[in-house]
């Protein structure tokens, strides 16, 4: 599964993107896994209320399942126009 | 019909809406929109960054585009939407939109920019001579979407 | 700073938008509108002729450029109505503003349409070869003006 | 005074301005005097609600007094934009 970080997202994390094996079930599950690596994936996952996540492109809910999902992007809400 | 452009290089928003202009038969009204890089408040903004997820914001602007021609019935809408480094004054990005009359003209402008805000992966950045600092979303933004 | 011509001849509405933006400062949002002669209901609209009451008429729209002006701290406005014949596809008249955020851009242009269509002195004629015909006021257009 | 009409108002008038002496105390009572003046007027005038007024480029109400006022002018609701 490809994990993309965008904006101060992947500036805390220090990565834009990579491929991760995960047998998590939800969004949140993944995040949990993801917390677990490392002390910078900590903090920049220490509030998910302030983050957003898209599915394979599409804004999801951290809820959600992500059996099949291909490419999972995390990053702050958008600031466009 | 609909045109939606995410580019780097700069654009001229008046040529734009002619060409948008000279497109579309049977208009009676047209909005455009154009958001432009204003300094902050302390005056001393260098440039904005503007980073975006490429796979994605094509198809949420289509989205968007789409939501709205149907909604207000358009003759025809445009969404241009830049990225990268903009110095002060530059067109961030513009929509317009075509209709037969005024009300569907405004409110679907208007309605494309309240969800391209929040809605499109596109995340702003202040630089200045002090460093460089990520735009923070407003709650209003969010609540803005609640009018449609 | 706020601009209002009324005049005879055709204009080109992307290139006054230019010029509009090129004269404004420190403006993050710039919305226009411009309203285009289109086709009636039978489809076939030779001409719209445009009568008006030239000592008020300045006046009436400098006086809703004002309002806007200050109702929404407008960095600038601006205010084109033709008189006269006009033909199918011809832009009919065109307000810009200019602010530091989008909402009071779009507000201004919307209220500044809203007051020009029933306050200002002009009264539109649909030519057809069946004949002319003055165009009604709708209740509508005279009921938007509550919502200021 | 001077008066003048626009639009619908003027052609069935049949004319666009014209000099009244007229000791009218408000807008009505001037619309009074003029239907009195002929059959095309009091057809013109016969819904005022139906019209609109303006006096000296002002827009007014017909109840308005009209002393010390140089013109006055007669229309149909606008339709301009």
């Known amino acids: ?81 | 019909m609909m045109q939606v452009r995410v580019q780097n290089v700069a654009f001229d928003f008046a040529q734009e809406a002619k060409n948008f202009a000279s497109s579309v038969q049977d208009c009676g009204a047209l909005v455009t929109f154009t958001g432009i890089v204003r300094n902050n408040d302390a005056g001393d903004l260098l440039a904005l960054e503007i980073e975006h997820y490429p796979v994605m914001t094509q198809s949420a602007l289509e989205n968007i585009a789409g939501q709205a021609m149907e909604k207000w019935s358009l003759v025809d809408c445009l969404i241009i939407h830049r990225f990268g480094r903009l110095a002060l004054g530059e067109p961030i990005m513009m929509v317009a939109t075509a209709a037969p009359h005024r009300a569907a003209a405004f409110a679907s402008a208007d309605f494309m920019m309240d969800y391209l805000k929040s809605r499109a992966p596109f995340w702003k950045k202040e630089v200045t001579d002090a460093g460089a600092e990520w735009v923070a979303a407003k709650d209003s933004d969010e609540q803005a979407l609640s009018r449609w």
Chains 1, 4 share one sequence.
Do not use: C, N
């Not at chain 1, 920049?44 to 951290?62: E, G, K, N, P, Y």
């Open chain 1, 1 to 81: 599964m490809q994990i993309l970080y965008f904006a101060w997202l992947r500036e805390r994390i220090g990565l834009a993107e990579e491929t991760v094996a995960s047998s998590a079930e939800t969004v949140q599950d993944l995040v949990s896994e993801l917390r677990a690596k490392d002390p910078r994936y900590e903090a920049a996952f220490a509030d998910t209320s302030s983050l957003r996540v898209a599915l394979d492109q599409r804004l999801a809910h951290f809820g959600d399942p992500i059996a099949g999902v291909r490419e999972v992007a995390f990053f702050p809400p958008m600031t466009g126009g």
